[in-house]
Nanobody, 120 residues
Framework: QVQLVESGGGLVQAGDSLRLSCAASGRTFSTNVMGWFRQAPGKEREFVAGISRSGSSADSVDGRFTISGDNAKNTVYLQMNSLKPEDTAVYYC????????????????WGRGTQVTVSS
């Protein structure tokens, strides 16, 4: 099994930056991709960004969010810049053994989430 723990969420003002972290433990050798999803109240959980162990990455937030990873630490990060109120959501870390995909149903492991709130 793989355990994922997110950290770094909080309350910020519009235009500010925030960096989220996700630390993986357990049988991390069985995973190849880690990603970030977010879910706002009343909305479906949506893909934000993903990264593979080789460094390939994909994102769905135009120019403002950057995902990175540290294989030695089994940790991934999400650097969020120019935050907007619409970015307010619970951000979840997820992992899977395959390639980067946006479909949340294909991720095997999930963290419990961290709240990000952006005030206007």
């Amino acid at each position: 099994q793989v355990q994922l723990v997110e950290s770094g969420g909080g309350l910020v003002q519009a235009g500010d930056s925030l960096r989220l972290s996700c630390a993986a433990s357990g049988r991390t050798f069985s995973t190849n991709v880690m990603g970030w999803f977010r879910q706002a109240p009343g909305k479906e959980r949506e893909f934000v960004a993903g990264i593979s162990r080789s460094g390939s990455s994909a994102d769905s937030v135009d120019g403002r969010f950057t995902i990175s990873g540290d294989n030695a630490k089994n940790t991934v990060y999400l650097q969020m810049n120019s935050l907007k109120p619409e970015d307010t959501a619970v951000y979840y870390c997820a992992a899977r053994g395959g390639s980067i995909v946006a479909n949340r149903e294909l991720y095997e492991y999930w963290g419990r989430g961290t709240q990000v709130t952006v005030s206007s």
